[in-house]
């Protein structure tokens, strides 16, 4: 398996700015950043994440504007699906097994509720297909 280039805490910020934007030019997506960088470093971080495949770009006029590769969804459930690997041998049980040894990883009936139904909603696919 290919694992993904980590990103950096600019390339973060950036990647977040255009999923809360999905598509802008480097002036909007400066503007979407807590104590941004020049104009000139934001554009040299997209041709990073670019060369990483995380953005895309198009020619709007004499400007390009940027958008994500996939949708966010998509890259958290990649972005999961690595740190499980990493760090539990791609067990979901024994990920949130360390999550919920923590104080702060305490429920409330309705989190609790709704954690139950998303479990036997996949229970029941699972099922399903056997």
Do not use: C, W
């Not at 030019?25 to 997209?46: C, G, H, K, Q, Y």
């Not at 990483?52 to 699906?81: D, T």
Request: hydrophobic fraction near 35%; charge should be positive.
């Amino acid at each position: 398996m290919t694992k993904p280039d980590p990103l950096s805490r600019r390339e973060r910020q950036i990647m977040d700015a255009l999923f809360a934007l999905e598509e802008a030019p480097i002036p909007d997506i400066r503007a979407e950043i807590v104590d941004p960088p020049s104009a000139n470093a934001i554009r040299t971080l997209l041709q990073i994440l670019e060369d990483k495949g995380h953005v895309k770009r198009r020619k709007i006029g004499r400007n390009y504007v940027f958008s994500p590769r996939e949708s966010r969804k998509r890259a958290a459930k990649g972005a999961l699906k690595h740190v499980l690997e990493t760090f539990f041998q791609g067990s979901i049980e024994e990920a949130v097994a360390a999550h919920f040894t923590g104080k702060s990883a305490e429920l409330d009936d309705e989190a609790y509720q709704r954690l139950r139904t998303l479990i036997d909603g996949a229970h029941k696919k699972t099922k399903n297909k056997k």
